[in-house]
């Protein structure tokens, strides 16, 4: 009972910051005048800092953050473990441009901030999605903004790390921009299926890996970077699991 009281409280909480935060950023928004929004996407950010905040029950560790310029274009690729990945990674103190379903873009008042702090919508079923997304973030790119994708391309549902799609590293090789692996473990216990009751004393870690640059003199192309950064990411998983990388990595078992 104490735990589901606590929930309504967390919940409520995130919903009054949801509100507030409207038109916090829609004020940002108006007055912007960088062709990226870098001010309105920073302080949309940080409404998932502070949700992330309010759970007392999440007990966070980050690891790396402050090694990363603000204004060094990085294509930041990053596990999905669950929807609390959104607010844990807002912990991180640069601004990016996610890149997401466009459904997401749909969801009253969310949707709305994430127009305006000009996030990248995905349309699956549209066929020249890719050019339109790689459009997109190569403005980005090309404007010192990092640009962020999930490779896994939905929440892996056993917490071991999936197969990652190419669309990130093929943009990192065209674009000679390095890859930013970040790591998270935990956030897959936060908040079960099918529930809307927190957990109880939840463990979550979040590492920013050292930059993974495209190696152009050998001629690498899109897969093998991908294997790269994806051993690196399996790796620190194994190590905070202390479990062996067949475990934990959905394409070894």
Same mark, same amino acid.
């Given at each position: 009972m104490k735990?589901?009281?606590f929930?309504?409280?967390?919940?409520?909480g995130?919903?009054l910051l /949801?509100l507030?935060?409207?038109?916090?950023?829609?004020?940002v $928004?108006l007055?912007?005048?960088?062709?990226v929004r870098?001010?309105t996407?920073?302080l949309?950010?940080?409404?998932?800092?502070l949700?992330s905040?309010?759970?007392s029950n999440?007990n966070?560790?980050?690891?790396?953050?402050? &090694?990363v310029d603000?204004?060094?274009?990085?294509?930041?690729?990053?596990?999905?473990?669950?929807?609390?990945?959104i607010?844990?990674?807002?912990?991180?103190p640069?601004?990016?441009?996610w890149?997401?379903?466009?459904e997401?873009?749909?969801?009253?008042?969310?949707g709305?901030?994430?127009?305006w702090a000009?996030?990248?919508?995905?349309?699956r079923k549209a066929?020249n $999605?890719?050019?339109?997304v790689?459009?997109?973030c190569?403005?980005f790119?090309?404007?010192?903004?990092?640009?962020?994708?999930?490779p896994?391309?939905?929440?892996?549902?056993d917490g $071991?790390?999936?197969?990652?799609t190419m669309?990130?590293f093929?943009?990192?090789?065209q &674009?000679?921009?390095?890859?930013l692996?970040v790591v998270?473990d935990?956030t897959?216990?936060?908040?079960?299926?099918?529930?809307? +009751?927190?957990?109880?004393? /939840?463990y979550?870690?979040?590492?920013?890996?050292?930059?993974v640059?495209?190696?152009?003199?050998s001629?690498e192309?899109?897969?093998?970077?991908?294997?790269?950064?994806?051993?690196?990411?399996?790796?620190?998983?194994?190590?905070?699991?202390?479990?062996p990388?067949n475990? +934990?990595d959905?394409t070894?078992g």
């Amino acid at each position: 009972m104490k735990q589901k009281i606590f929930s309504v409280l967390v919940w409520t909480g995130i919903s009054l910051l /949801v509100l507030v935060w409207l038109p916090m950023v829609g004020i940002v $928004r108006l007055f912007d005048r960088d062709p990226v929004r870098y001010r309105t996407g920073k302080l949309f950010r940080k409404l998932g800092l502070l949700i992330s905040r309010i759970n007392s029950n999440w007990n966070i560790t980050i690891e790396g953050a402050g &090694k990363v310029d603000d204004r060094q274009p990085f294509i930041v690729v990053a596990n999905h473990l669950s929807n609390a990945d959104i607010p844990l990674i807002s912990n991180l103190p640069w601004e990016m441009k996610w890149v997401a379903k466009k459904e997401l873009f749909e969801i009253p008042v969310l949707g709305r901030m994430m127009k305006w702090a000009s996030d990248i919508p995905v349309d699956r079923k549209a066929s020249n $999605r890719r050019v339109h997304v790689f459009e997109k973030c190569s403005y980005f790119l090309e404007k010192n903004c990092s640009v962020m994708f999930f490779p896994e391309g939905t929440r892996s549902r056993d917490g $071991r790390l999936k197969r990652f799609t190419m669309g990130a590293f093929d943009l990192a090789i065209q &674009k000679q921009v390095p890859i930013l692996p970040v790591v998270i473990d935990g956030t897959q216990e936060c908040l079960p299926k099918k529930t809307w +009751v927190f957990t109880k004393d /939840v463990y979550v870690n979040l590492k920013v890996l050292d930059p993974v640059m495209p190696d152009i003199s050998s001629g690498e192309e899109a897969k093998e970077l991908m294997e790269r950064v994806r051993i690196k990411m399996a790796a620190q998983i194994s190590e905070w699991r202390n479990e062996p990388l067949n475990r +934990v990595d959905a394409t070894k078992g």
